[in-house]
């Protein structure tokens, strides 16, 4: 059963969507956003100027194409049965992967915990991640991995990084691969550690991933994201305000 997986694994799935034909809109509008992404990134790079991530994160405010992704039935059922009600959605990441695009390291989804308040990584009652394929998400495409039962304290592994280049050799048995169909789904805690592979061959390969979190909970501005090198430094990260939607 899905419920004892969610449990046990702290992920479940996959699950497909009710109607399908939901998928192909936002598969378009994640492809025609990589290509203002890489074009400006190429006008950018002309001008010495860094690269610029932005333009694929919290989009879902702005396109109905999304917000009738979210609305699916299927989907509707399944975050209940596993989540419950009384949830709103504040981020959105598209994640085009093809020739050439490398590896997401790494981290769980649990950017905030309530207003200022410190990540409570295992208070499972709150923060909750959706991932959708909009392409399939295959094996060879960037395929995402995830760290079994990481929704849960494991013993001997001390988390005080959201991304990590590498993990203790002691999880090794614990890693799964996920894939899935175009137009299925998958549900998990946010605090799951997971990655995705850089791409090695086939068609391109778009995710959607995202993030609910309980009515009542205070979405900050600005949100603590830790270093990637792990010398304990930290930059800040922008939430929008305006990407607040209501789930069900
Ligand atoms: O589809 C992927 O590559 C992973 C997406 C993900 O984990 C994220 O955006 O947080
Ligand atoms: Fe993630």
């Not at 917000?67 to 949830?87: K, M, P, R, S």
């Amino acid at each position: 059963m899905s419920v004892d997986q969610l449990a046990r694994d702290g992920i479940t799935g996959p699950f497909a969507l009710a109607d399908k034909s939901l998928v192909e809109p936002c598969a378009e509008l994640a492809l025609e956003i990589d290509v203002l992404i890489r074009q400006n990134n190429r006008v950018r790079k002309l001008a010495g100027k860094p690269y610029e991530y932005g333009g694929k994160i919290n989009r879902h405010d702005e396109f109905p194409a999304m917000q009738n992704l979210f609305a699916d039935a299927n989907l509707q059922a399944v975050v209940a049965e596993h989540f419950g009600t009384g949830l709103f959605l504040y981020n959105s990441v598209f994640q085009v992967k093809r020739d050439g695009v490398g590896e997401n390291i790494w981290h769980h989804d649990r950017m905030f915990e309530n207003g200022a308040a410190p990540v409570d990584l295992y208070d499972n009652s709150n923060h909750f991640s959706i991932l959708f394929g909009l392409t399939d998400l295959g094996w060879d495409q960037g395929r995402l991995e995830f760290v079994r039962g990481s929704h849960q304290p494991i013993e001997g592994w001390a988390r005080k990084q959201r991304f990590n280049k590498t993990l203790p050799e002691s999880l090794n048995d614990r890693i799964s691969a996920l894939t899935l169909k175009q137009g299925e789904f998958a549900v998990f805690h946010s605090s799951i550690m997971h990655r995705s592979l850089p791409f090695e061959s086939g068609d391109v390969r778009i995710s959607l991933a995202v993030r609910l979190a309980r009515n009542g909970t205070v979405v900050p501005e600005m949100f603590p994201t830790d270093s990637v090198s792990g010398d304990g430094s930290y930059t800040f990260a922008r939430l929008k305000q305006s990407g607040v939607l209501s789930f069900n």
